[in-house]
């Protein structure tokens, strides 16, 4: 088992420390992939839930996280009735999807491939409840790289095999005319791009040190090099797949059945948490903040700003730069809207198919993404607590739980 140490502080000195610097790395995929397909130990899953058991949020220290953290440090979720404990910082996906397993905490934010790994590779009973935030990554490189095709011959850091960021970059590679090589063996040819699981902390060192050309990965990590100096941002990957969702809320089956209400209020809070959020911007990032009275991630204000205040000057300098292409779409860097759209779930498991993914992958041959998009997802709860704040309009958009993915590179 690895450590779950519940007592850890939720926060740590630097971005370096919150991210053990192996802990995204192979070894780190390896151990979750042991974990999903039951080749390691579990303590039993706690007994039929009490309903006066506590919410216990499990987070890693990203923006991703952000609704859930939000929701806690604005007592949302006691407004709603709850008994809710500190929310633990875990240090690797693998922490993350083990304490979640073994029931130590009970709503999480997961990579949303994530998720289908988890029910449909190991048949854990995970459900998708809502979606925590849409776009929030970013293309990061080095000075030298101009546009995509200049990644041929390279390598690339990514976070996590099933990540949307994964799958958006070979999306992009494809669309370029690049080939993915996910183990090279030799010198790689003009056209290949070598793809490699990082940790967060480890990529901005590396693009420096020239051992990476770029990298992929969720906020605040691409403002930080940005502000540090270490390389540029060549695209968003909101500007790729338009309003796509990368981290999801998710939960456990027998929760969301067993209790009812208790899961009603939990998603009622972190909705609640979303809508404050798109209003209030700059509270939030002072809220996440190091320096902020939760002292929920490693990160300073400044680059927390850069992700979630919207910056015209900066907006204008991307557009010229061309890392924002589709300016009529009119992308926040990172949104909050939790409704999950079925075409997203069927558009994500599509690409999944085509994306080189290593591990034991031969269950995706399988899915329906139709049959997914049903029965990974339980929206009976967030169309509720959407409802209550105002319906979609809320979140600036029109009154249909229905849309169309967009996707041009």
Known sequence: MLDLDPTAPAHAADPDAAFDRQSLSRRDFLRLSALLTGAVALPGLARA????DPVRIGYLPITDGAPLLIAHARQLFEAEGLKVEAPRLFRSWAQIVE?????????????????????????????VVAWNHMAGSALTVAPGIQQVKDLGGKKVGVPFWYSIHNVVLQHLLRENGLTVATKPTGALKPNEVALAVMAPADMGPALANGAIAGFIVAEPFNAAAETNGIGRILRFTG??????ACCVVTMHERDLNDR???????????????????????????????DGPGK????????????????????????????????????ARIDFQPYPFPSYTEQLVKLLKHTQL??????????????????????????????????????????????????QA
């Open 260 to 290: 009812p209400e208790w899961s009603q209020k939990v998603v009622n809070a972190v909705v609640k948490a979303q809508h404050w959020l798109r209003d209030h911007r700059q509270e939030g990032a002072q809220l996440l903040a190091k």
């Open 239 to 244: 500007d790729v797949w338009r309003d796509h």
């Open 296 to 331: 929920y991630t490693p990160f300073p204000l400044p680059v927390l700003e850069r992700v979630l205040v919207n910056n015209q000057e900066l907006e204008q300098r991307y557009i010229a730069e061309g890392a924002i292409r589709h300016k009529e779409w009119k992308e």
């Open 358 to 407: 290593e591990g034991d992958n031969g269950f995706l041959a399988t899915l329906d993404p139709a049959a997914v998009a049903k029965d990974l997802v339980d929206d009976r709860f967030v169309r509720k607590a959407v409802a209550s704040v105002g319906g979609l309009k809320a979140f600036g958009l029109p009154e249909k739980y229905v849309r169309s993915e967009t996707l």
């Open 99 to 127: 304490a979640f397993m073994a029931g130590q905490v009970n709503v999480v934010h997961l990579l949303s491939p994530m998720t289908v790994w988890a029910r449909y590779g190991s048949r854990f009973p995970a459900k």
């Open 49 to 52: 839930a009490n309903p006066d």
